[in-house]
């Protein structure tokens, strides 16, 4: 036992009489136990071993072929009241899903090893870490959780002796039954409950399940936010680093977008950007009165397919060593990895992400699953910032949302202010990706990226933002709205996206400045096109005026559907979202 922390030895005690495992074994994070139970894993075949000179400490894992993605609608959040839950999330009554629950959880682990892992979200030391304990019977939950999370022992030391603030994870895989997999959230008692999945976000319960979803309740209640957001820094040749947050639905680009390797244009003038994180931020008010922003995550688990050495070297030279490979295609002739938009030599002899034979040069069939993932250490990333371990975090000049979009909306536009910036938040949009099971490409509502991550009503949370909004004051950071994913008639993207995405991340940091002018819409402030530097594209001033065009038609559509949104939150709707909704659409009908 790694901790007399009585409410934690109790919990254990709890979970063990419940599962019944033949053994329990807790985690303390050493590399000795950790190197014991890699061996473990590949000696049961749950993982294989890559090829140590070519990615040393690097593993491969396949799921179960039903088992590839977060399941939405398996997901629930067990408020004690429906209304606390909110329309977009599932609900259960707790005691009614502890009926469903318990009879599963009771003796599911007989005959097996459960393992105790203690973990901290954010740096040890910090006021903004909070800690979690993870029961689980998975040796991969075990060695993902010690890359995304600082996991063992000094989790327990931040935890302190007495404290009873920490949350509750329970994982199982079960017999990974779809029809009986859940993802259940406690929020009022810090508890989740995960059963029969063995994939990423509905297994590694400190990432989604905690740090967005239980986090995003207890923000509320204590005053911070926690958001599904990167967060990068942008040097300037001077050695000034200004933040950004940016908000976007899963698969859209954020770990892109957090490793992006500036421009010539801006690397000769000796630019650099730095990553602080790639998929959350937990963000409060520092004493200065500004938003500082940390990342809770210690890794990261990133989409596989399309990473490249051109679209993100930093991420394909972080997983090249300590890097965990699910669902990826297995090179047989050199024992490394290949995945879809790697590169053009896919490989002869190989296995797909289902653990079938397969032949890259003749295959119609993908190597990768799209949802293949790496799950790699932050310390491997050429472009870690060195605040990343800073318990303070690093404040933050811009928040950024944005979506992948068709049409609609442009390549980026400011908010007028706060309010209308959360508005701008909470009317996002975004085709939906491969992350999540069921139907890819559908235009939803994905208000702050948040639709399948808040743990409490929605209708509140936009409250929370406009509350945060008020305390900040003139300290806020400003709000912009950016979509690297406009098409041409031909269903092609018209920007180049990727590095050159810092083009536009120029002229929101000149605005934060004031040294930009910018044009006023009827959705906001949009950049002059010729503020957004092109030097170097094969693009024209004309393609920048067709990414910004705002289409007035296709803006009043998007106004109704806004409205049958906004219509599901009833009286949770916060009044200032209404007007904010009005004010748009009276500026349209100009
Ligand atoms: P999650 O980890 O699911 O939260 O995803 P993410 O938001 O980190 O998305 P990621 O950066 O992994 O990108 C997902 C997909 O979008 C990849 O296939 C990328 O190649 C593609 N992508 C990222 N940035 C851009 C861009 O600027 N333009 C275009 N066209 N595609 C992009
Ligand atoms: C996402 O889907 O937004 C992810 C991957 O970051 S998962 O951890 O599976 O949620
Ligand atoms: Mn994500």
């Not at 009585?6 to 495992?21: E, G, H, I, R, Y």
């Not at 396949?62 to 088992?67: E, G, I, L, N, V």
């Not at 599911?108 to 954010?122: E, F, H």
């Not at 911070?224 to 200004?242: D, F, R, S, Y």
Request: with cysteine.
């Amino acid at each position: 036992m790694l901790t007399n922390n009585k409410n934690v030895l109790t919990w254990v005690d709890q979970m063990v009489a419940l599962c019944k495992p033949a053994k329990v074994v807790w985690i303390d994070g050493s590399e000795e136990q950790l190197n014991a139970l890699r061996d473990e894993a590949v000696s049961t075949g749950e993982m294989e071993r890559l090829n140590p000179d070519k990615l040393p400490g690097c593993l491969l894992h396949r799921t179960d072929p039903t088992d590839v993605a977060r399941v939405e609608d398996r997901t629930f959040i067990c408020s004690r009241t429906k209304d606390n839950a909110g329309p977009t999330n599932n609900w259960k009554d707790p005691k009614e899903m502890w009926a469903i629950l318990g009879p599963m959880y009771d003796g599911v682990m007989a005959g097996k090893t459960m393992y105790v892992i203690p973990y901290s979200m954010g740096p040890i030391g910090s006021k903004m870490s909070k800690v979690g304990v993870e029961v689980t019977d998975s040796i991969y939950v075990v060695l993902n959780m010690d890359i995304m999370t600082r996991m063992g022992k000094d989790a327990f030391v931040q935890l302190g002796d007495t404290s009873n603030d920490f949350v509750r994870g329970l994982h199982a895989k079960a017999d990974l039954d779809p029809e009986k997999r859940y993802i259940c959230h406690f929020p009022e008692e810090n508890w989740i409950c995960s059963i029969n999945s063995g994939y990423g976000g509905n297994v590694l319960l400190g990432k989604k399940c905690f740090a967005l979803r239980i986090a995003s309740y207890q923000g509320k209640n204590e005053g911070w936010m926690a958001e599904h957001m990167l967060i990068l820094g942008i040097e300037n040749p001077q050695g000034e680093v200004k933040y950004i947050c940016a908000a976007f639905p899963s698969a859209c680009g954020k770990t892109n977008l957090a490793m992006l390797i500036p421009p010539e244009v801006y690397k000769k003038q000796g630019y650099k950007v730095w990553t602080v994180g790639d998929d959350i931020a937990w963000l409060r008010q520092g004493d200065d009165g500004r938003l500082w922003a940390i990342n809770p995550e210690n890794g990261f688990f990133g989409v596989a397919p399309g990473t490249n050495l051109k679209s993100n070297p930093n991420a394909l030279h972080t997983t090249e060593r300590d890097t965990i490979f699910t669902n990826v295609a297995h090179n047989l002739d050199d024992n490394t990895v290949w995945w879809e938009g790697l590169d053009k030599n896919p490989p002869k002899h190989a296995v797909d992400w289902k653990g079938n034979p397969w032949d890259g040069t003749t295959s119609t069939e993908k190597g990768a699953h799209p949802n293949s993932r790496f799950t790699a250490p932050a310390r491997n990333c050429p472009c870690i910032s060195k605040e990343f371990n800073n318990p303070q975090g690093v404040p933050i000049s811009a928040i950024v949302f944005g979506g992948r979009r068709a049409k609609t909306a442009p390549l980026v536009y400011q908010a007028f202010d706060w309010a209308h910036g959360v508005f701008v938040g909470s009317i996002m949009a975004s085709e939906t990706t491969a992350a999540a099971a069921g139907a890819v490409g559908v235009v939803r509502r994905d208000p702050m990226a948040m639709l399948p991550f808040c743990g409490y009503n929605m209708g509140d949370y936009f409250g929370h933002w406009l509350e945060m909004g008020e305390k900040l004051g003139d300290k806020a950071p400003k709000i912009f709205n950016v979509n690297w994913f406009r098409t041409d008639d031909e269903g092609h993207f018209i920007w180049p996206g990727f590095g050159d995405n810092m083009r536009v991340l120029m002229w929101i940091l000149d605005r934060c400045e004031g040294k930009a002018d910018a044009v006023e819409t009827a959705i906001g402030y949009e950049p002059k096109p010729e503020d957004i530097n092109i030097e170097g594209l094969d693009i024209d001033l004309d393609t920048v005026k067709g990414l910004l065009n705002v289409d007035a038609a296709l803006w009043k559509e998007d106004a109704k559907s806004i409205e049958e949104f906004y219509a599901k939150f009833g009286d949770r709707l916060p009044a200032k979202l209404r007007e904010e909704l009005d004010g748009l659409k009276a500026r349209l009908d100009k």
